[in-house]
């Protein structure tokens, strides 16, 4: 019937920033190169027909994919596009009642190999602080999701609605040699009341803490791996709650940022109210004929349109209810974030 079924107009009115006071496009691009730039990477992948997980050789963004301010030159603190170094996701862990089902108890059975229950249980409660007031809600024995092993996962848990308290510890533990997986806790009464003084703990004293307690539970992994900042931790937050470390493996002198150590500390107590490690047995390989990282980035942007263009911003420096602004960029189009190093 050639009837308009729909119609959409949207025409900001927000001041535009003025081209002609942008920086030159080859300026832009040794900005991009210096302050977020590209890296040889292991990325990890899981085979559909092999049913594994596999590490593939990349070129791909070291600090994302964030936009250059044309008019000032600064990179802008957050990002369009994060690559996914990670093609899996975190491994979640799977809860189930107190009372361990036939094939869990079968498991055990059969599988010498791992902990039995008593002893796992011995193992989580030398890392996490356990209040009397709380109480074991779930455990639970499971087989990883990539066969590579399986897994103990404990939590405990408080609640006091009349109180407006609650509070919840969970840790996981490798069933075959006891290295802690992950741990997770919250206590609303000790935050509550750390919230209303200042913080104890700086970044750089918080970290000396993460490091510590990598240190003791994970010496050899946490040798293998180097310290990547969040260049957008906590930017526009005057008092933190806590920081987030991150510690990426190495392997071969290459980052491989998909498996890490992660690390939180309450910036008040001091605590490690959280941790998580990420790290597959499997294998790394090398490849000739990589390209140099000069021939990388002349292959990205002969590839990817690096331009100018206008883009929302929402800058939370802005005391307003309306945080938005209008920016003129340089930045990527549609980019996966990843080159092959070889073609």
Same mark, same amino acid.
């Given at each position: 019937?050639?009837?308009?079924?729909?119609?959409?107009?949207?025409?900001? $009115?927000?001041?535009?920033?003025?081209?002609?006071?942008?920086?030159?496009?080859?300026?832009?691009?040794?900005?991009?190169?210096?302050?977020?730039?590209?890296?040889?990477?292991?990325?990890? $992948?899981?085979?559909?027909?092999?049913?594994?997980?596999?590490?593939?050789? !990349?070129?791909?963004?070291?600090?994302?994919?964030?936009?250059?301010?044309?008019? #000032?030159?600064?990179?802008?603190?957050?990002?369009?596009? %994060?690559?996914?170094?990670?093609?899996?996701?975190?491994?979640?862990?799977?809860?189930?009642?107190?009372?361990?089902?036939? &094939? &869990?108890?079968?498991?055990?059975?059969?599988?010498?190999?791992?902990?039995?229950?008593?002893?796992?249980?011995?193992?989580?409660? *030398?890392?996490?602080?356990?209040?009397?007031?709380?109480?074991?809600?779930?455990?639970?024995?499971?087989?990883?999701?990539?066969?590579?092993?399986?897994?103990?996962? =404990?939590?405990?848990?408080?609640?006091?609605?009349?109180?407006? &308290?609650?509070? %919840? !510890?969970?840790?996981?533990?490798?069933?075959?040699?006891?290295?802690?997986?992950?741990?997770?806790?919250?206590?609303?009464?000790?935050?509550?009341?750390?919230?209303?003084? #200042?913080?104890?703990?700086?970044? &750089?004293?918080? *970290?000396?803490?993460?490091?510590?307690?990598?240190?003791?539970?994970?010496?050899? $992994?946490?040798?293998?791996?180097?310290?990547?900042?969040?260049?957008?931790?906590?930017?526009?937050?005057?008092?933190?709650?806590?920081?987030? =470390?991150?510690?990426?493996?190495? +392997?071969?002198?290459?980052?491989?940022?998909?498996?890490?150590?992660?690390? #939180?500390?309450?910036?008040?107590?001091?605590?490690? #109210?959280?941790?998580?490690?990420?790290?597959?047995?499997?294998?790394?390989?090398?490849?000739?004929?990589?390209?140099?990282?000069? *021939?990388?980035?002349?292959?990205?942007?002969?590839?990817?349109?690096?331009?100018?263009?206008?883009?929302?911003?929402?800058?939370?420096?802005?005391?307003?209810?309306?945080?938005? +602004? !209008?920016?003129?960029?340089?930045?990527?189009?549609?980019?996966?974030?990843?080159?092959?190093?070889?073609?």
């Amino acid at each position: 019937t050639l009837e308009v079924v729909n119609y959409y107009f949207n025409w900001s $009115k927000i001041a535009m920033p003025d081209p002609a006071k942008a920086i030159s496009l080859e300026k832009a691009k040794e900005i991009f190169n210096k302050e977020n730039g590209i890296e040889l990477a292991y990325i990890i $992948k899981y085979d559909q027909k092999t049913k594994k997980n596999i590490a593939k050789l !990349v070129y791909t963004l070291k600090n994302g994919n964030r936009p250059i301010d044309a008019i #000032t030159g600064k990179v802008l603190d957050y990002s369009i596009y %994060y690559p996914a170094y990670d093609l899996l996701g975190a491994e979640g862990a799977i809860k189930t009642s107190l009372e361990l089902t036939p &094939e &869990e108890k079968r498991e055990i059975e059969q599988n010498k190999k791992y902990l039995t229950r008593e002893q796992a249980l011995e193992i989580a409660k *030398k890392y996490v602080k356990i209040d009397k007031k709380l109480e074991l809600e779930s455990e639970s024995l499971y087989k990883n999701y990539d066969n590579s092993g399986a897994t103990w996962s =404990f939590s405990w848990s408080y609640n006091d609605a009349s109180k407006n &308290e609650y509070s %919840y !510890v969970n840790i996981s533990i490798n069933a075959e040699n006891g290295e802690i997986v992950s741990l997770y806790s919250y206590d609303s009464v000790r935050d509550n009341a750390a919230r209303t003084g #200042t913080p104890k703990y700086n970044i &750089e004293k918080a *970290k000396e803490l993460a490091e510590n307690f990598l240190n003791a539970v994970l010496p050899e $992994k946490f040798a293998q791996t180097e310290y990547r900042a969040n260049l957008n931790q906590n930017n526009q937050v005057d008092k933190p709650i806590s920081y987030n =470390f991150n510690f990426i493996r190495i +392997v071969n002198g290459i980052p491989c940022p998909g498996n890490n150590l992660n690390v #939180t500390v309450n910036a008040y107590t001091g605590e490690i #109210t959280s941790f998580y490690s990420n790290w597959m047995n499997i294998d790394f390989p090398m490849l000739d004929n990589i390209m140099t990282i000069d *021939k990388a980035y002349e292959s990205l942007y002969k590839n990817v349109n690096f331009s100018l263009k206008f883009i929302n911003h929402y800058d939370y420096t802005i005391r307003t209810t309306n945080n938005r +602004v !209008v920016k003129l960029v340089y930045s990527f189009d549609d980019f996966s974030g990843m080159l092959d190093p070889v073609t």
